[in-house]
């Protein structure tokens, strides 16, 4: 009578093994954590994007080796240029929107589409109302502090839990085009007038000859030779930090102090917009704006601004900008003079 009680025994075990197992692998399928919001209102539980991302059966096999690349580079880039890691603060988390709805974390740099990627998080999180169209927000509206969240709003464990867990994504641009943008943009426009008092006014005073009193008061007429020199100029930064639309985006954005997920490019911004789009499960219902500027910045035009600047100030000027070319495998440009 002894042998069917052990026999029971032995399947009773093995029945107990092979749950526990299940229960194993289905705990490792599970996201680090859910989205906040995501399961407690009733709504079915959705693959987070950074599941998709790494489960790899959502998007096409093509754009996610771009991808992958590009977050090889930026890893290889930060482990051969930084010397010493350091600790995240509040502070670095600033241009950091998040989106608790869907998992996303967006770190914006401006002259690189961030008012139509905040555009399209406001649709997102509920903060347009009743926009569906991203373009149906005036684009002053969009940058209003308090739109939308930053992770620096977040006490220490919240965001420990969305780096882990939320797509990290980034858009960057060539690093010199950029800076073309951002001057074409704030100095050569009359309605900018608040940055020719703040820094037009400065840089006038401080890089020109025997200015004229006009352009003391207004500082509406900075040549890009100028801006140059105020960028290169180290009592410069001494003063203040850059103003974030020509700060680099390595400081704004420490992309070797967070893993970013996807690294977008202003060069190819329409198809790695959509990506992350389709990443978040959202295509279908938003769409990123299609760019329709004749205007924009374009690598020719950098070079017509470049023409005037001596080589031993386009050196300096690259220097200043050197990471981000590395970290985002930017070439020097062809029409740079000091090489």
Not at 34 to 41: D, L, T
Not at 63 to 92: F, M, N
Not at 186 to 198: D, E, G, I, P, V
Request: hydrophobic share 35%; with cysteine.
């Amino acid at each position: 009578m002894r042998k069917p009680k052990v026999t029971r025994m032995a399947f009773a075990l093995c029945l107990g093994c092979f749950i526990m197992v299940l229960l194993y692998f289905n705990s490792s399928l599970k996201p680090a954590s859910e989205p906040v919001g995501e399961g407690s209102s009733g709504h079915k539980s959705r693959r987070s994007p950074l599941q998709t991302l790494y489960d790899g059966d959502q998007v096409e096999s093509a754009v996610q080796a771009i991808h992958q690349g590009r977050r090889e580079v930026l890893e290889e880039a930060c482990r051969s240029y930084t010397r010493k890691r350091r600790v995240l603060i509040p502070e670095d988390l600033k241009h950091v929107i998040v989106d608790d709805q869907h998992g996303l974390l967006y770190c914006y740099v401006p002259k690189v589409a961030c008012t139509n990627w905040k555009r399209v998080l406001m649709v997102l999180t509920g903060a347009a109302g009743s926009h569906r169209d991203p373009l149906a927000i005036p684009a002053n509206e969009a940058h209003i502090p308090g739109n939308l969240r930053t992770l620096s709003e977040y006490s220490t464990s919240q965001i420990n839990q969305r780096l882990r867990s939320y797509l990290k994504f980034v858009f960057v641009r060539e690093p010199f085009e950029r800076l073309v943008s951002a001057y074409r943009n704030k100095f050569t426009r009359s309605y900018n007038t608040a940055f020719h008092k703040r820094y037009g006014t400065k840089i006038v005073q401080r890089h020109r000859q025997d200015p004229q009193p006009e352009a003391l008061e207004r500082g509406n007429d900075v040549s890009f030779e100028e801006f140059v020199y105020y960028l290169v100029d180290p009592a410069t930064q001494r003063e203040e930090p850059f103003n974030e639309h020509w700060e680099r985006v390595h400081s704004l954005c420490h992309p070797c102090l967070i893993h970013y997920d996807v690294v977008g490019k202003y060069e190819t911004l329409e198809q790695d917009s959509r990506y992350v789009l389709q990443l978040a499960g959202v295509e279908d219902q938003v769409s990123f704006p299609a760019s329709s500027k004749s205007t924009r910045t374009t690598g020719d035009m950098a070079a017509q601004f470049f023409h005037n600047i001596s080589p031993f100030y386009q050196k300096k000027l690259y220097n200043l900008y050197r990471m981000d070319f590395l970290l985002f495998n930017y070439s020097i440009p062809a029409y740079l003079k000091f090489r």
